[in-house]
Structures are given as C-alpha cells and as structure tokens.
C-alpha cells in the first residue's frame, strides 16, 4: 500500500478514486494501520491526502467523582488505485 500526505504521487497516475476513508485506533499507529486495512477492502492500492489527528471522544468513570478523557485517534485520506506513469521519451 503506497500511503502520501500529498494529493498525488510522483511516478504514478490515478486511474480510479474509491472515496474518503477513515481509520480510528488508541495512537497514530494504530489509526493509520486501520486506514491502511479500510482502504484495502475497498479494492485501493494507495492512499493520498492523509491527515492524523485526535479527539477527547469520551470519559471514561474511574469512580463517581473523578473521570479520564480518553483521546481517540483517527486518519482520513482518500483511497485510490493508481499505475506507474508511461516514460515518455
């Protein structure tokens, strides 16, 4: 799986673009290693445009007066299938 921050990728052109995707994990890793999977169910070769971020997305109750945030992170890109470029000469 070819993976880029860029919107496209030197040496190769894009023959098909299979949408958003979004990965979600407990660190960037993870978040990403999701994204990768996602993107290979949908059929993609390569993934452009990703971006990683994180949100608080719940709390998780320690007991009823005290509670953790828990940071949940997540990477989106576009999933797409790409060819090498011809050489031109």
């Known amino acids: 799986m070819i ?14 673009y299979l949408g958003v995707v979004i990965g979600y ?22 993934i452009i445009g990703i971006r990683i971020s994180n949100e608080i997305m719940t709390e998780i109750a320690c007991d009823k007066n005290y509670s953790i945030p828990e940071l949940t992170y997540y990477a989106y890109g576009t999933a797409v299938i790409v060819e090498p470029k011809d050489n031109e000469k």
């Open 3 to 16: 993976t880029s921050t860029t919107d496209h990728l030197e040496g190769f052109k894009i023959v098909k």
């Open 25 to 46: 994990g407990d660190d960037p890793e993870d978040a990403l290693d999701d994204l990768i999977d996602v993107s290979k169910e949908l059929g993609a070769n390569a």
